[in-house]
């Protein structure tokens, strides 16, 4: 079986995690904590950076700190993982639906204007499967609309934006805050685990309070808590793991944009076989190699899947429209016409940091597969 993306544990992962064994400092409590928020917040220059349990709970974090609450509302694409959407619901807001474009499969940034009322308090752009959302408009929209950007960066860690003065920026920084996640899958993982950060230092403090119960330290060594908080902390036997993947992400993201070379390589010439798009002004990271089935390939999405399954291939269709499942069928939306489309046609191909060139070119054959019977199905028809 060629997975679809696991985890690359290869680094100093079994080092630090034995120091906190050998210490006794395994849980919410130890120098692993503050030295991957301090590793982190360097790498994706910003002021601030704290660690949680998930990336859900930085995004819920995240909305908590901005003061989102009951009767505001939210602007999220559907097209997307339900983490980006549930914690909207978390803190008692309504998520609003936005479209994606055709190209970059994220957020349709001229789309958003015409869906801001009243009630909307923040836009959540989602920079999927390791590209990014055109962030510099989308800034200038929520400035005129007095609105915050939480980046959902869980999927693009180490993806950059230029603005048009020509700098650089890592996802996650352009907006007010931005979430990340270190699931087994993802760039870098802990097992489990999230990282929110920010630009603002008095919201960084006060997220840091929030996750960690507002507990305060007495005199007497007692606690003491104004107001409810939330145990959002990160173990510090976990943290140390990210110390240790975090050394190697530069790596990391230079193996998968190799991978997404070759397999551009390999299928840039199938009739029916849509490539991810690469903005001049994006470093896209290819967390997941993915690819559009159209109708001209003369096969189905789904049925694709079924194929690369077969030959002992793992993939996954894109994410199913959010607003389509019951607990959003309600909410508001504007036109989800690409959306649709999209989720139909898409599909997540293997993208692990260890997956090897001769998988790659196994992945590409059996997609090439498909087109060599149909033409010589229709070779041998002609011939009778």
Request: aromatic share 8%; net charge neutral.
């Amino acid at each position: 079986m060629i997975p679809l993306c696991v985890p690359e544990i290869s680094g100093n992962e079994w080092r630090y995690i034995k120091e906190c064994l050998d210490t006794n400092w395994v849980s919410s409590v130890g120098s692993y904590v503050d030295l991957f928020e301090e590793k982190f917040r360097a790498y994706i220059q910003s002021k601030a950076a704290v660690v949680t349990m998930n990336g859900t709970a930085a995004i819920t974090l995240a909305l908590q700190t901005l003061g989102i609450s009951r009767g505001d509302e939210v602007i999220v694409p559907s097209m997307t993982f339900i983490a980006s959407v549930n914690p909207i619901k978390y803190v008692g807001a309504e998520p609003v639906f936005v479209d994606i474009t055709p190209d970059t499969w994220v957020m349709d940034v001229n789309k958003v204007e015409e869906l801001i009322t009243e009630r909307t308090k923040a836009i959540i752009p989602v920079h999927l499967y390791g590209n990014m959302v055109d962030m510099e408009p989308l800034m200038q929209i929520a400035q005129k609309y007095r609105l915050y950007v939480i980046e959902d960066a869980t999927e693009a860690l180490g993806a950059e934006y230029r603005l048009k003065d020509g700098t650089w920026h890592k996802a996650g920084t352009l907006g007010h805050v931005g979430a990340f996640s270190f699931n087994g899958n993802k760039l870098i993982t802990t097992g489990a685990g999230g990282m929110l950060i920010t630009n603002n230092k008095e919201w960084g403090e006060r997220a840091k309070y929030l996750s960690n119960q507002t507990k305060t330290i007495l005199a007497n060594g007692g606690f003491y808590h104004e107001e409810v908080g939330y145990n959002y902390r990160m173990p510090n036997i976990l943290a140390a793991m990210g110390v240790a993947q975090l050394e190697r992400i530069d790596e990391y993201i230079e193996k998968k944009l190799q991978h997404a070379a070759l397999y551009n390589n390999l299928l840039r010439d199938i009739q029916g076989i849509q490539l991810p798009t690469q903005k001049e002004n994006v470093k896209h990271v290819q967390w997941l190699y993915c690819i559009l089935v159209n109708e001209s390939y003369g096969l189905s999405r789904d049925a694709l899947i079924q194929k690369l399954k077969d030959h002992g291939i793992m993939s996954r269709p894109f994410f199913e429209s959010i607003h389509t499942m019951p607990p959003y069928i309600g909410n508001k939306k504007g036109s989800m016409d690409v959306t649709n489309q999209i989720t139909k046609k898409g599909i997540n191909l293997p993208s692990s940091v260890g997956l090897t060139v001769d998988e790659i070119k196994i992945v590409c054959k059996c997609i090439q597969g498909w087109v060599y019977e149909k033409e010589n199905s229709c070779n041998n028809g002609n011939k009778s």
